[in-house]
Structures are given as C-alpha cells and as structure tokens.
C-alpha cells in the first residue's frame, strides 16, 4: 500500500476522484475502492469524502462539506462510512457502520455524517472487530457523500461465486429499487449464476430461485458480467460489487470490495484437478506453518507412496491437500479410492469421492494417467514377515517396537553444534535413516489395525460394529492414552494445591512455572517424557508443552473439577478393559458356534488386536521426538536472524539458508505471518477442492435432517445428554465434567480434554481415527463428520448424542 504525504493527511475534504488504494489510511476502504474503479474508467456517481482528518479533529469541517455538497448541485445524496479498516482484503465489515439514504439539505448532511462516524465504535462493528482481532485503536471513519442514482433494477454482483467458491462463475443478487434493500434482505431477489454464456443459469439449490419482479432487460447480465470481468481484473481478485441499472438503461457502479469469504485456489496447472484435504488425518485444520508445510508433505507423500500410490501434496491456504487427479482418472485408482477415503479420511470426504468419480469431467483416460509408485516385491515381502511375526507373538513385538521408539529417541538428540550453518546441517540431514527401526516400528502397527478391522468382516450376520468396537475397548499399550492417564494422576496428586491451579489462569501458571515459581507437582517428570507433543504436533512450527506448558495446566484444571470417585478417568479405563474381555469371551462362544472357521480366525484376530491395537499411536509418538530436535535448531537458528526467533518457521529450509547468507527476509515472514492469522480465524475447511476453487461438497444435495437434528456417523456407541462446549483451542479450554466436546477436528494434543468429556462430537474425521478411537477407550459416545457443527451448536446449548444412530439433537 501506498504512503500519503503530509499535505494529503491534513485534507479534511477530498473529491472521490482523487481517491485511491494508497489512501485507505485518509479515505477509507469505501472510498479507496470507488477512487480506484473511477481511475479505471467505470462509471461511479460523482461524490466527495470527509477524511479521517476530519474524524480525528472530532469536528464536521461544515464549510469544506457545504462546499462539495454545493459543487455535487445540492440535492440527494447517498452518506456512507468508509472505514479505514473495511472493505480489504481480510475483513468487508459488510452492513457494520452506518449507511444513511436520500438525505437533503446541508443540515442533514451534517447529521448523517456524524451518525457515520459513530457507527465506528457500534455494538455491531466492536464485535465484528473483536471476532476478526483487530485492535479498535487503529480505526478510523471516513465517510462518503455521493449523488443519489434512482435504479429500476438494483443488487449485487459477485465476481466469483460465494456459494461454492467456483471462480468461473458470477452470482448475482437482483431486485426492483434500491441495490441496499436487497442487500439488507428487504425485499426479494432473483438469484442468478452468470456463466458468460447468453443466458443466466438458476441460482444454487436452496436459495431464492425462480425469478421475481421486473424481467431482466436484453442483454443486462452481459453488461453486468463484462464489467465484473475489468473490476476483478484491476483489483487482482474477486470482488463484491454493488450496482444499479437507472431508467436511461445505465449500469452505476456504487461498491467494489475483495470477497474475503473464499478459500483461496489451488495451484493454476492449466486443467481441472480435485484435491482432498489431508490434514484432517492428523487431526489438523488449522493452517500449517511454512516450515511445517515442508516437513509434512514429505511425510504424508512417503505414507500414501507406501500404499503403492503417488500423490503430489500441495499447499492451498495453508492446509495440506492431495492431488488425486490422476488416480480419479484412471481405472484401477477409481477403484480404490472411495475406500481410501471411507477407511483413512471419512465419509464426508467419501461422498465427495463418489462424486467427483460420477463428473463426467473426471471420467477415466489413461492417456492423461501417470503410473503410480508400485511397491516393490521385497517391500512385500517384509511387511508380509512382519505382520504374521507381530501377529504371531505380540510381545515380542512391541518389545521391539518399544525399542525402536527408545532408539529413536536417543538418535534424535542433536550433536554438539556451534554455527547456524552447522544447525542447518543437521536438519537438512536429520528425516534420513532409520530404516530397520522402521520395521519394527511399523509391522505391528499394521499387524493391530489388521487384527482391528478384519474381525467385522469376517463376522458379518453374527455380531455388530459396536460388539467389535465393545471387544476393543480399554485396550493397553496407547502412548496417548498413558500420556492421559498419566497427566490425570498428575492432577490427582496435585489436589493439595487444587485453589492455586482452579483459580489462576493456565498461561499464568505456565509462566510461572517456567520462571520456577510454582510449588513442585512432578510436571517436569510429565515433560521429560511427553513434552515433545501439543495440539496440531505434526507441525514443527507449533511450539510444543515443554515450551509453554499451557493446555497442560488447563488440563489439569479440567481434572481437578471431577470429584465424583465413579467418573475417574482411570476407573473408567479399567472398567472398560474388563468389560471388554467379558464382551470377547460372549462373543468367542458365539461366534465359533455360528462360524466355526471363520469364527477361530475372528477370534484369534480380536484378542491379538487386544495386545496389539493400542501401538497405533506409537509411530507418530516416535517421530515427534525428531520433530522436536529439528524445531530446537530451527529456533536457535531464528535467534540470530530475527528478533522473535519462531519467525523462522515461516520460511523454507534453501530460505532459510538465504537469511543466512545475508538476504533480508523480514518482510516476507511478515507477509506469511498474516496470512497465517487470518487463515487460522476459517472456521471452514473445504473436504475436497477443484482447480477452479469450487468447494466439491458445497455442490452435493443439501441434507434432509429435520429441525433440531444433525447427523454424522457414530463412531463410539453411547447416549449421553448433556450441555455442550464447542472448542476452537485446546490451549486453555475449560471443559466441566459431564459437558459434550463439540469441535472442528481433534488430534492426540486434544485427548486429555476427553478424559471430563461426556461425549465428543467433531465435523471431520474418520472411525479409525485416533479422536474415536481414544473416545471408545474411555467409553464416551462420539459422533464424527457433522457438517458445520461447531457453527450450528453454541456452548451452554443442552444436546443429545447418540452414537448408535450418528445423530446429535439440538434441546427445544
């Protein structure tokens, strides 16, 4: 943005000619934006704007206003704010501040521009401010007065559709009169999607529909997509434009601001490609940090490559997305991709799977197909070794499995390092080796998910999903689940100190217990073996519990509030263990009296899942303590090039290696820092994306649940009523016993919130994932992949989950 001189700031009254993007910090966003559709040539009603100046002398220059008004011919004029932090990029502060119509005389003109610079500090734009974080200090109102312009037909024009994020669609919002009533919902409006073609199409189900009012005139959409097509362009993005048409047939353009709504585009490759959002595997869908970005996609490529399947993972608001393209569009990938996406992602991402394969735009052509990265016999060898040794005796398989994980501890702990070059070094180096630990590591992994799922197959028409998931309960040997365990023991010897911990806030008490000025409750012991790990952990640029022990004392907090001797987590724990093997010996007799082969290979399969099952965590658990060593020497290397030595995170490694080399580089970390924040306030994560930026869900029929019903999949059974909390951070969530987690997504940082929780729902994931899965340990119902639950349910509001039917019901 543009500098103004000083001359310019001490303007109290300026032509809205003379306005521009360099002006926002004088004229506003409003007036920014008419300036600049102005300079190109669109055709704005002439007006003028009373600047910030003016605001912050605190006094209506009415001579200079009296002036303009009378050079604009008198008459009545539209007034409206023009904030300095509206209509940009991040935030539209649509329908906030004040707008006053049809006013006449000066004495009223002076009036509605006080009534627009109060509307700065209203109900409706502090909370708007305090919903986006932006400090209220630093706005400013500015206020535009222009000529009236008396429309026949008036709305709003989106340049990109809003509904589903398509770019190469324009939506508009049409009714007779004024363009503000159809903005305000004062009338009703034709909602039509512009193609370019000759004719709109209509509109998206659900909204307004059949056309109503006055008939478009000939040619009106054409005109008012040409238009739309030079304003996205001299802007650089999509925009919202408001508009009328008067009686001589002439298009006034009265508004154009950025759409601030839109999941960003995926790459531009030249065709129409699908990406599926990966994140959500590791229980993330918030944006991943430069650094991490890098470090991830190494991973979730190298996890997919060893399915024999090669997917290019590409960053898209900073969230991690798999380009499925080539596997949609080839014949034996078709096939294996919706049970990829039920078993590892969910049924939302399945549904949205089953559609794009029925796009005729996706239909297979193996000309356009690259061969995957098909395993290797010897691969296939190993795993085939390693899976039925794991299976064969358990044990001795975690054994080495726990001596894997011990090793790779000890091997992630850095040299002795002196240089920044020489930290480089190390991290560049450190993802390499390891591969007989990967072994031991792996195979009785897949041995207990194996062991987990076959069981419902091979028992179909004797025993339930729940009776499996009954069987699987309480089962030992989970990291994350010790981990919790192990902070509820905490908590529970801490009750001495139990008035300290309830009553000051968690960021307080992290602070001081870093200072070393809290009484010793062994939480250095809890850190030395699980400080490595924190909500969205995956991402080495997330700072991790033994650097800000936050969401552990919230944690604690959240334990230390369940008194009742019956509802401790660790009773639970072994309740459900026991119930479990009573369920396996019911179910044994049963099923190999029904089935007598497949029923022994059933139960076979069910117990050896008992010993194995609860390893499926330990892989992660393992590799964070590498991500941990790599997050040590990237911030040793941020504190000798920048002043907050995190800032580092929000480069790439060869960038990095630039700073080092003398490139300055603190502007671009500022650049990555905001986007970084505005991406971390989306509250919704497109499942799947096509390169023209539709939103693929957004496009299926709309669901057909009924008032106060919401359905996902129940993923652990149980009904428990109860009122609900919807967390957005597990950093310092207050969750009191017998309150039902409602939640985007979760992770293993989550976990120690389900230990107070009465049930968990979330809007993503799927059963194997680890958020159920912890929540069939605990034996608390989970309903999983509710769309947009965390928007239609508010904290305090009494719900009932039922994890049978994968229903969540709203109280009446």
Same mark, same amino acid.
């Given at each position: ?10 303007v ?22 008419l ?21 912050r ?16 011919g008198?008459?009545?004029?539209a ?7 509206e209509?940009?990029?991040d ?17 009223d ?13 209203g109900?409706?734009a502090?909370?708007? %401010? ?10 400013? !109102? ?15 024009l ?7 994020g398509?770019?190469?669609e ?18 009703d ?30 040619g ?9 097509? %030079? ?61 991490? !970005? ?34 949609v ?9 919706? %049970? ?41 060898v ?5 899976i039925?040794?794991a ?66 197959q ?20 989970n990291?994350?689940?010790? !981990? ?93 263990a026991?119930a ?47 991500l ?45 820092r905001?986007?970084? %924040?505005?991406?971390?306030r ?25 008032e ?9 059974t149980?009904?428990v ?35 107070t ?10 059963? !194997? ?25 508010v ?15 709203t109280?009446?």
């Amino acid at each position: 943005m543009q500098s103004y001189c000083k001359e310019e700031a001490q303007v109290s009254v300026l032509p809205l000619s003379e306005a521009h993007a360099g002006l926002v910090p004088l004229v506003g966003g409003k007036a920014a934006g008419l300036g600049e559709l102005i300079r190109a040539g669109e055709r704005v009603p002439d007006g003028f704007c009373v600047t910030t100046e003016a605001y912050r002398a605190g006094v209506v220059p009415q001579d200079e206003v009296r002036a303009a008004y009378a050079r604009l011919g008198g008459g009545p004029v539209a007034v409206r704010s023009s904030a300095t932090d509206e209509d940009l990029p991040d935030a539209s502060f649509a329908g906030q501040h004040d707008t006053v119509l049809d006013v006449e005389g000066e004495a009223d003109l002076v009036a509605a521009i006080d009534t627009c610079w109060r509307s700065l500090h209203g109900d409706r734009a502090v909370a708007y %401010r305090k919903a986006h974080g932006t400090d209220p200090a630093d706005a400013r !109102m500015a206020v535009v007065v222009q000529r009236m312009v008396t429309p026949v037909r008036a709305g709003v024009l989106y340049t990109a559709n809003p509904v589903t994020g398509n770019r190469t669609e324009m939506l508009v919002d049409v009714g007779t009169g004024l363009g503000t009533r159809v903005v305000d919902g004062h009338t009703d409006a034709d909602h039509l999607v512009l193609t370019g073609a000759a004719h709109p199409e209509d509109g998206p189900a659900g909204a307004a529909g059949a056309r109503r009012g006055a008939a478009p005139g000939p040619g009106w959409h054409d005109d008012l997509w040409t238009a739309g097509r %030079r304003i996205q362009a001299h802007f650089g993005g999509p925009q919202d434009v408001e508009w009328a048409i008067d009686h001589d047939g002439k298009l006034w353009l009265l508004q154009s601001r950025p759409v601030t709504t839109l999941f960003p585009l995926p790459p531009q490759t030249g065709d129409l490609r699908v990406y599926v959002e990966f994140g959500n595997v590791q229980g993330m869908l918030r944006p991943v940090t430069p650094m991490g !970005m890098a470090t991830l996609s190494r991973m979730i490529a190298a996890m997919v490559a060893s399915l024999g399947l090669r997917v290019e993972i590409v960053d898209i608001g900073g969230r991690l997305y798999g380009d499925l393209t080539d596997l949609v569009r080839r014949p034996a990938g078709r096939r294996r991709l919706v %049970r990829l996406m039920a078993v590892d992602f969910g049924p939302r991402a399945q549904a949205v799977m089953e559609h794009v394969l029925r796009d005729p735009r996706f239909a297979p052509s193996g000309g356009r197909s690259r061969r995957p990265a098909d395993a290797s016999l010897g691969t296939a060898v190993r795993a085939l070794r390693g899976i039925v040794r794991a299976l064969a005796r358990p044990d001795a398989a975690r054994h080495r499995l726990v001596a894997a994980v011990d090793r790779l501890r000890a091997e992630s702990t850095a040299p002795e390092l002196h240089t920044p070059h020489e930290r480089l070094r190390f991290v560049r180096d450190h993802g390499e080796g390891g591969h007989g630990t990967a072994d031991d590591l792996t195979w009785p992994i897949v041995a207990g998910m194996l062991a987990s799922a076959l069981p419902a197959q091979l028992l179909k028409g004797v025993a339930t999903e729940d009776e499996i998931h009954a069987v699987l309960r309480g089962v030992p040997h989970n990291v994350t689940i010790e !981990m919790d365990l192990a902070l509820w023991a905490l908590a529970s010897a801490a009750r001495p100190h139990r008035e300290l911990l309830l009553d000051t806030p968690p960021a307080e008490l992290a602070a001081r217990y870093l200072r070393g000025g809290l009484p010793e409750i062994d939480l250095s012991a809890f850190l030395s073996r699980y400080g490595h790990r924190a909500a969205a952990e995956a991402d080495v640029g997330v700072p991790r519990w033994a650097e800000d022990p936050t969401p552990v004392f919230a944690a604690i907090a959240n334990y230390l509030r369940l008194t009742d001797p019956a509802l401790a987590p660790d009773r639970r724990f072994a309740e459900a263990a026991e119930a479990a093997g009573a369920a396996l010996d019911s179910l044994a007799a049963r099923a190999v009296r029904q089935r007598p082969v497949r029923g022994r290979i059933a139960v076979f399969l069910l117990r050896r899942a008992r010993r194995l099952a609860g390893l499926r965590e330990s892989g992660k658990f393992a590799g964070l303590y590498r991500l941990q060593a790599v997050r040590e020497q990237l911030l040793l290397i941020g504190a000798t090039l920048f002043p907050v030595a995190d800032d580092v995170m929000f480069l790439t490694l060869d960038e990095v290696e630039a700073a080092l080399d003398g490139a300055d580089l603190t502007g671009l970390v500022a650049r990555r820092r905001a986007t970084h %924040r505005r991406e971390l306030r989306r509250r919704v994560v497109p499942v799947a994306i096509l390169s023209d930026g539709t939103d693929v869900e957004s496009t299926l029929p709309a669901s057909d649940d009924g008032e106060g019903l919401l359905r996902g999949v129940g993923a652990a059974t149980g009904r428990v009523t109860g009122p609900a909390r919807v967390i957005t951070d597990p950093a310092t969530a207050h969750l009191e016993p017998g309150e039902i987690l409602v939640t985007a997504t979760t992770d293993p940082g989550w976990t120690p919130l389900f230990l107070t929780a009465a049930a968990l729902v979330t809007e993503t994931g799927a059963i !194997m994932a680890h958020g159920p899965t912890v929540a069939r340990e605990y034996g608390i119902p989970a309903v999983i992949s509710v769309p947009g639950v965390t928007s239609r349910i508010v904290t305090g509001q009494v719900v009932t989950v039922d994890g049978a039917a994968g229903t969540v019901t709203t109280g009446r």
